[in-house]
């Protein structure tokens, strides 16, 4: 059973997700989100940053494998801040399609999507069957023709895609009373809806 007050809008949690500059910070604001709204994700090892919060060179962002699965199945996630514009490079970039110019040494990095089945690959070498669930964070919104080519690239190496965009994280941290202990958390904005959990159990709130 929840309390409700008056919703709050969620234009400001949208405004001030949208404005997080700092990666880790956008990091482990997404990784808390993932473990409380999805039972799959709540054993996410955030492998993406250090204990200062920075963010550190890592082929994943998050990565667990969901106990007593079978087939096994593991979930790997990747979060970004990078704008709009940049979402598809950033997530569908592949360095072997690229023809470098003659003594260019610079390449792009791989996107999040073909880092992440280079990992994909190895591991069913050791596990065929294995299933495999990509969460892709932004604090953007992807483009419909990004969303549709982003999870097709997966379907097609065999890797399911779950895109927590700005407006996805938004809905969990306003409308569910553990998203907005979160909010208050990361965000500054304060809680409007309590859970029975957290209430004192003689309480004088009235149903």
């Known amino acids: 059973m929840r309390y409700y007050t008056k919703p709050m809008s969620s234009s400001r949690t949208a405004q001030e997700v949208a404005k997080i500059t700092d990666e880790g910070r956008f990091e482990q604001l997404a990784t808390a989100v993932l473990?409380?709204?999805?039972?799959?994700?709540?054993?996410?090892?955030?492998?993406?940053?250090?204990?200062?919060?920075?963010?550190?060179?890592?082929?994943?962002?998050?990565?667990?494998?969901?106990?007593?699965?079978?087939?096994?199945?593991?979930?790997?996630?990747?979060?970004?801040?990078?704008?709009?514009?940049?979402?598809?490079?950033?997530?569908?970039?592949?360095?072997?399609?690229?023809?470098?110019?003659?003594?260019?040494?610079?390449?792009?990095?791989?996107?999040?999507?073909?880092?992440?089945?280079?990992?994909?690959?190895?591991?069913?070498?050791?596990?065929?069957?294995?299933?495999?669930?990509?969460?892709?964070?932004?604090?953007?919104?992807?483009?419909?023709?990004?969303?549709?080519?982003?999870?097709?690239?997966?379907s097609a190496r065999g890797i399911d895609v779950d895109i927590w965009s700005r407006s996805r994280l938004c809905d969990f941290l306003d409308h569910d009373p553990r998203g907005q202990w979160l909010r208050r958390e990361f965000l500054g904005i304060e809680q409007e809806q309590l859970s029975v959990e957290l209430l004192p159990s003689k309480g004088s709130f009235s149903v």
């Open 35 to 154: 473990r409380q709204a999805e039972p799959l994700y709540r054993n996410l090892c955030h492998v993406g940053v250090n204990a200062a919060g920075q963010t550190i060179r890592s082929p994943l962002d998050g990565i667990c494998f969901v106990p007593g699965a079978d087939p096994p199945r593991m979930i790997a996630a990747h979060h970004t801040i990078t704008e709009e514009k940049g979402l598809r490079k950033k997530w569908l970039h592949d360095p072997s399609t690229v023809t470098r110019r003659k003594g260019s040494h610079s390449v792009a990095p791989p996107g999040d999507l073909i880092k992440t089945s280079q990992t994909v690959e190895e591991e069913r070498n050791r596990s065929p069957n294995l299933r495999v669930t990509l969460v892709l964070t932004s604090k953007g919104e992807p483009t419909e023709d990004v969303v549709r080519d982003v999870t097709a690239a997966g």
